[in-house]
T-cell receptor, first 112, second 114 residues
Framework: GENVEQHPSTLSVQEGDSAVIKCTYS??????FPWYKQELGKGPQLIID?????GEKKDQRIAVTLNKTAKHFSLHITETQPEDSAVYFC???????????FGAGTRLTVKP | GAGVSQTPSNKVTEKGKYVELRCDPI?????LYWYRQSLGQGPEFLIY????????DSGLPNDRFFAVRPEGSVSTLKIQRTERGDSAVYLC????????????FGNGTRLTVT
């Protein structure tokens, strides 16, 4: 089955700086890669996603890049704000079985 | 519109007891997933339904865990003879049913086995 690895496990940045979180996946059949933000006591919330037919997607301060050859994808947050502090998860999903597997998460802290 | 609803939000039970956790997915979502999340970890896949049938139950840890979705909407995760190691947040998610659409999560049920 699919295996998703995520790093770093913790990340601390100064307000206004950029943050980058990286994930790798094992199954080349994976075709959908969402990113989720989870705040304390809540379920994960989708923040951005990318499909395997594109290499980059941007939504305001958030962008995701995908390298299918290397089987890795990254989340980029620019101009970070304290409210960006949360745990972020990457995931990968395959068309063949509708499965979705998650990385272990990155705890992002944005210091004011 | 209404999101995924999970009840109860918290459940405390004694070791050896039986528990049921309920999930109401978003209306019209044919696919429903259960995950388990331990502190500091990512969601761990348990089972996935497409309609009424369990399409993949490979993540259920053992035969004490069982889930149903009899009418293709609400799902119940059932845990028999609970153990302290079952303590975790149980997350439910639904999606439209296509593999390249996002999962929408509920806020989870925090299960504590004493």
């Amino acid at each position: 089955g699919e295996n998703v690895e995520q790093h770093p496990s913790t990340l601390s940045v100064q307000e206004g700086d950029s943050a980058v979180i990286k994930c790798t996946y094992s199954d080349s059949a994976s075709n959908y890669f969402p990113w989720y933000k989870q705040e304390l006591g809540k379920g994960p919330q989708l923040i951005i996603d990318i499909r395997s037919n594109v290499g980059e997607k941007k939504d305001q301060r958030i962008a995701v890049t995908l390298n299918k050859t290397a089987k890795h994808f990254s989340l980029h947050i620019t101009e970070t704000q304290p409210e960006d502090s949360a745990v972020y998860f990457c995931a990968a999903s395959m068309r063949s079985n509708n499965d979705m597997r998650f990385g272990a998460g990155t705890r992002l802290t944005v210091k004011p | 519109g209404a999101g995924v609803s999970q009840t109860p939000s918290n459940k405390v039970t004694e070791k050896g007891k039986y528990v049921e956790l309920r999930c109401d997915p978003i209306s019209g979502h044919t696919a429903l997933y259960w995950y388990r999340q331990s502190l500091g970890q990512g969601p761990e896949f348990l089972i996935y339904f497409q309609g009424t049938g369990a399409a993949d139950d490979s993540g259920l840890p053992n035969d004490r865990f069982f889930a149903v979705r009899p009418e293709g909407s609400v799902s119940t995760l059932k845990i028999q003879r609970t153990e302290r190691g079952d303590s975790a947040v149980y997350l439910c998610a639904s999606r439209r049913g296509t593999s390249n659409s996002p999962l929408h999560f509920g806020n989870g049920t925090r299960l504590t086995v004493t």
